[in-house]
């Protein structure tokens, strides 16, 4: 009994930092999130709950959710269907396993504001890449980053481009810890590839899927860097997420009270979010997560 | 994201200390490491960078780092330093309309003492007074000027003389022209629409320019008049023969555009016209000629270095930094490049006729417009542009969009304490 009391010693230099670099900050925010504070002018005023009902009453603030959830949305389930495509290509492969492994990851070992600079170039009109093969060939494609949808269509690619090869990795790794035995009884029945998948290989992989799922989820919705240097919110509004109107609120209008506000409300939408990826998931199991 | 925001909030200046170095130390050259080093940021176009290399040479024994960027990132910067009265920008570059809420927010050290010093020394009489002018606020002057800038409209001489045209004298003939010369591989015209300078400076003209206004005397906007959506429809329907990409085009954008042949005309900035001209970064040289714009009212902007109010450089020094680099001889240099806001070099008759652009530019200073005096203008820019830009690629009607900027201004000058 006393050495397991002793343990918890073990941990105070994590909760420490935890504590300085995560709990403090959070507190702060939440503190300021009552203020009416305009960084120009210096001075704070209590507004209690002033800043949230503002935002929640801010057609920005909504429109830019919807952005927020259209774009998570789309580029997490590409993902995950890619991810998972290319997980099941490479667990079915017999040779070459490693190297494709290790070149499919490379995109994500880049910086995301790296990744997206090289991506503007790509998809930058005119001199860009991708316009610079196709107007060649005297075909003339869609503005990518000058126009709403092409934007918004442009920001879901650039993260499935460096995200995927995690999803990749993950599932990859789960799916070889599914049982042989399940999978050789199956196919001795005379199951198919995607019966196997479906029936026995996701059922089984379901924590991992969730876990990969949540955690892409909670990644994508901080989703920033790749956003503004590719597009910058715009054209307009087009590819404005939450993160990016925050940014606006707090270090372009210098209303750090709403800004923090904006921080506070994505933490919690987030944190409903995948509460509910986890309620829905495992609806008919409560308790096996 | 959160505990990142707030992580910045709590200790900014350590945020913005650290970003800034980091940022000093990636543009220091080898072996420049100096406890002291000025710190300057800038906006930057090539007159700017012929200032930022001036201002590195101006006295022997001070080292003065500079960091040049486009100008949205430039204020952000800026912004971030100064809101949180970090000591780590010494001299900030600033225009005719940024420099007022730096200005209003206490964040400038006012530079009256110190102009009246060395008055003599640097010759500062010679800058007109109209450039001095630009640059006070609550009767103190702020900014030392270092250019007077305004828009040109540029055009493809060879192009219109070969389809028997001649530049637009007015809007209508300009849509009329863009869609002519419209073609797959050049297109009718530029478009420099990115928030929020490049595309409030556009729609400036837009605005003004087909009778309508910002605000009224009150400080109300009026840009959501029939006036103002006349013009933003305007800007829409001659955007439709834009170049690629306009909607996230600065001025860099629009000037390469130019230079590279895949654009006939548009408005851009006189700093840019000495570039059209430049061999190794031209494929248009000689052909490029300019005019004063299709019925005026364009930008025509000033801009200029100020000394931070929370540096602890000795503002003297800092001083003789700036006035060193906007001297006579330095100007002289720089006229090719932008229009100099001192008389003895404006004026200069051998210059006049050197420089192509020039009588352009002269001209269009007469008829063109400065932004409103108004140091929240560029925040609420941020509004406006992107409105606006909603409004151009259709996510929006144009009357809608500029109600909903309309409101929104509305709502941020009322909370700084407009309108009481």
């Known amino acids: 009994m006393h050495t397991q009391r002793g343990l918890w010693l073990f941990l105070v230099p994590s909760g420490l930092v935890l504590t300085l670099v995560l709990l403090y900050p959070l507190g702060y925010a939440i503190y300021l999130s009552f203020f009416n504070y305009y960084l120009g002018a210096g001075e704070r005023t209590f507004v209690g709950l002033g800043n949230y009902a503002a935002l929640l009453t801010d057609e920005r603030f909504w429109s830019s959710l919807g952005k927020t959830f259209l774009i998570v949305g789309s580029a997490v389930s590409l993902e995950f269907v890619l991810g998972l495509a290319v997980a099941f290509g490479l667990y079915k492969l017999t040779f070459g396993v490693r190297t494709l492994n290790l070149l499919l990851f490379l995109p994500h070992i880049i910086t995301p504001v790296v990744a997206a600079l090289f991506l503007r170039w790509v998809f930058m009109g005119r001199w860009g890449l991708i316009d610079g093969i196709l107007i060649s060939f005297n075909i003339f494609p869609p503005d990518w980053l000058g126009s709403p949808g092409w934007a918004r269509m442009t920001a879901v690619l650039a993260d499935a481009w460096q995200f995927t090869p995690f999803m990749i990795l993950v599932l990859y790794a789960g799916l070889n810890t599914v049982d042989h035995s399940q999978i050789e009884s199956a196919q001795m029945d005379g199951a198919g590839n995607w019966t196997i998948l479906t029936r026995i290989m996701l059922p089984a992989l379901r924590p991992l899927i969730v876990f990969v799922l949540a955690i892409r989820t909670m990644d994508a919705f901080r989703f920033f860097d790749s956003i503004y240097v590719l597009t910058a919110g715009g054209p307009g509004t087009a590819t404005e997420t939450i993160t990016l109107y925050t940014y606006a609120l707090a270090f372009r209008l210098l209303e750090v009270g709403k800004g923090s506000a904006l921080g506070v409300l994505t933490l919690l939408i987030v944190a409903a979010l995948v509460a509910l990826l986890i309620l829905v998931i495992y609806r008919r199991e409560r308790g096996a997560f | ?420």
């Open chain 2, 1 to 420: 994201m959160l505990p990142h925001l707030a992580c910045l909030l709590i200790d900014r200046r350590r945020a913005t200390a650290l970003l800034a170095g980091v940022a000093g130390w990636l543009s220091l050259p080898s072996g420049a490491f100096a406890a002291d080093a000025v710190q300057m940021i800038s906006h930057r176009y090539p007159a700017l960078e012929f200032y930022a290399e001036r201002m590195r040479e101006a006295l022997p024994d001070v080292e003065v780092n500079t960091q040049l960027m486009p100008h949205d990132k430039a204020m952000e910067l800026a912004n971030i330093a100064m809101s949180s009265k970090a000591d780590t920008v010494d001299i900030v570059y600033l225009n005719d309309s940024t420099f007022l809420s730096f200005a209003k927010n206490g964040w400038l050290r006012p530079l009256d003492d110190l102009f009246e010093k060395y008055k003599e020394e640097f010759g500062l009489d010679d800058f007109t007074e109209s450039a001095l002018d630009t640059f006070r606020y609550d009767g103190h002057l702020y900014v030392i000027p270092h250019t007077i800038n305004t828009q040109l409209f540029f055009y493809r001489k060879d192009l219109l003389d070969e389809a028997g045209k001649s530049p637009p004298t007015n809007f209508e003939e300009y849509k009329a022209l863009a869609a002519e010369m419209n073609s797959p591989l050049r297109a009718g015209t530029i478009s420099c629409l990115k928030p929020v300078d490049a595309g409030l400076n556009e729609m400036h003209w837009y605005i003004n320019g087909l009778g309508g206004a910002w605000f009224d005397d009150d400080m109300k906007p009026v840009f959501n008049n029939e006036a103002g959506v006349n013009a933003i429809t305007m800007l829409g329907e001659i955007t439709a023969n834009a170049q690629r990409g306009f909607t996230s085009a600065a001025n860099d954008e629009c000037t390469i555009a130019l230079q590279q042949d895949v654009a006939v005309m548009g408005m851009q900035w006189a700093s840019r016209a000495a570039a059209m001209d430049d061999p190794e970064k031209s494929n248009v040289v000689g052909k490029i000629d300019w005019v004063a714009p299709p019925d005026g009212h364009q930008r025509v902007a000033a801009d200029g270095y100020a000394l931070s109010a929370f540096s602890k450089q000795d503002p003297e020094t800092l001083f003789k930094i700036i006035a060193t680099s906007s001297n006579e001889a330095n100007m002289r240099e720089a006229a090719s490049m932008i229009l100099p806001p001192r008389r003895s070099v404006l004026n200069d008759p051998e210059l006049q006729a050197a420089n192509r652009h020039y009588p352009a530019s002269l001209a269009s200073l007469e008829i063109g417009q400065a932004f409103p005096r108004l140091p929240e203008f560029y925040e609420v820019g941020e509004f406006i542009t992107r409105r606006v830009l909603q409004a151009i690629t259709g996510e929006m009607e144009v009357k809608a969009a500029l109600d909903a900027a309309a409101a929104e201004t509305e709502e941020l000058l009322k909370s700084r304490g407009y309108y009481q």
